[in-house]
């Protein structure tokens, strides 16, 4: 079906259909309807695994392979088939156990078995698994395709100005220098960190019945272990087992997941308004493009539109983030509906993510650093070593080395020969006086050059 994106509602299937191309067929309302169909296949398929269910014998080849074909080659034909019987049903799940049946009375043999489609379930059992199937190839989508690119650019700009001292600044105000490398190490560090987070969550899922105990299942097939095929079959679609519900799969993981997700567009956020702040100081320029406009009416313009894009959209996907975690993991009593909405919009999640990480990428991508200018602004800031001549005081026990730096330096600008005639008068032995003579604010940089070279 064609999208009009001049009249889209959201920037996402306008503006930006183009960034979220490979997500549609995950998160669309067609991906759902087909996760809905794989899992009500899958449950059939299992049931008819099961020996104390005479009633479903275990498929021929020609079954099964018949059944693969309905998950495997369901297209958007297949969806908008579905979405004809929901106008009658006004039931989604419903509506996709109705054109399974249909599509089943086409086999000779599947056709006496179409009431074990939807056996035992409820609607949650279905949509519970799909969302989290959904959710689950959407991050690995993200984190396979993108998040890993990004990283590769930090590890490589990292190594690439590892050596490349410039002034710090805490609070705004100038502080101890460090190297462009270093800070980009530092973010590559928390991306890293937040990654494995994710990577260690395994959403769960639940296909227990109603209010979660099996109920019908236990009066229809009394003697079938109902713990066990659960467990089985929740597992077998990767997702782990939880076997304490009520009609609803709680979402904790959910929620743990997205706020993970929190975590990572926080340090991206960081990441944005630090570059944003290097570009206005000049530390860094952009590959300019032929034909691209910064300014209406200021023709001398290169704006950081790639980075504030990427802080807007990230600010947005934490909105959808957020709220989805605090709402679904909340259900009056056994079962209300406030979450299914709610749930709907996890498109919203990783769509506006993933507009702000291929923002991030193009904006990564243009950046040329001014060694010159960061040069300067070292040059002019010799009041940094204040920090290094009062801690060689604390080292030979002579008191009150802070003030003094206080008193030399607060608020006034100090130069190199101001600091020699301070340093060859205090009472230190020759050998630090040398070290301190010898510093440079450009060499004052710790073990910023190793550790980012060792990220």
């Known amino acids: 079906m064609k999208i009009d994106t001049l009249k889209a509602l959201s920037p996402l299937d306008g503006r930006y259909s183009h960034v979220n191309t490979d997500l549609r067929d995950i998160l669309s309302e067609y991906g759902l309807i087909k996760y809905r169909v794989r899992v009500e296949i899958e449950w059939f398929i299992h049931l008819s695994k099961e020996k104390n269910i005479p009633e479903l014998p275990p498929l021929t080849i020609k079954d099964s392979s018949y059944l ?248 947005i996907s934490n909105a959808f983030l957020t709220h989805i975690s605090n709402t679904v993991v909340i259900s009056r009593w056994q079962r209300d509906l406030s979450d299914s909405t709610v749930m709907r919009n996890i498109s919203g999640c990783f769509g506006h993510m993933t507009i702000a990480l291929k923002s991030l990428e193009k904006g990564i991508d243009k950046l040329q650093i001014n060694k010159i200018k960061i040069k300067d602004d070292l040059d002019n800031s010799w009041e940094i070593l204040t920090e290094a001549i009062q801690t060689v005081l604390r080292k030979n026990l002579i008191p009150d080395g802070y003030e003094l730096m206080k008193d030399l330096s607060r608020g006034k600008f100090i130069n190199q020969e101001d600091l020699k005639d301070l340093i060859d008068k205090l009472a230190i032995s020759e050998e630090d006086k040398s070290i301190l003579n010898k510093l440079k604010p450009s060499s004052y940089v710790g073990l910023a050059k190793k550790l980012a070279k060792d990220i």
């Open 68 to 315: 693969s074909d309905l998950i495997n080659n369901f297209s958007e034909k297949d969806a908008l088939e579905i979405k004809k019987i929901e106008k009658k049903t006004n039931h989604d799940v419903k509506a996709v156990e109705y054109y399974l049946k249909d599509k089943f009375s086409k086999s000779t043999k599947l056709t006496k078995y179409l009431e074990f489609i939807h056996f035992a379930c409820t609607s949650e059992d279905i949509n519970n698994l799909a969302y989290s199937l959904m959710i689950r190839d959407s991050s690995q989508y993200l984190l396979k395709n993108i998040i890993i690119n990004i990283e590769r650019k930090l590890r490589k700009k990292s190594k690439s100005y590892a050596n490349i001292p410039m002034l710090s600044r805490t609070h705004g105000q100038n502080a101890s220098p460090t190297t462009m490398g270093k800070e980009i190490a530092n973010t590559l560090a928390r991306l890293r960190k937040v990654k494995k987070s994710i990577e260690s969550i395994k959403l769960s899922g639940k296909i227990n019945g109603a209010v979660g105990n099996y109920n019908a299942h236990l009066v229809a097939y009394p003697d079938v272990d109902w713990l066990k095929i659960s467990n089985q079959f929740v597992s077998s679609l990767g997702l782990a087992w939880n076997p304490y519900t009520t009609q609803v799969e709680p979402k904790d993981d959910i929620a743990e997941l997205f706020l993970n997700y929190v975590r990572l567009n926080n340090i991206l956020i960081d990441y944005s308004r630090d570059v944003w702040g290097y570009i206005s100081l000049g530390y860094f320029s952009q590959h300019l493009k032929k034909g691209e406009v910064g300014s209406s009416t200021m023709p001398h313009k290169v704006n950081p539109i790639d980075f504030e894009n990427a802080e807007g959209n990230l600010g």
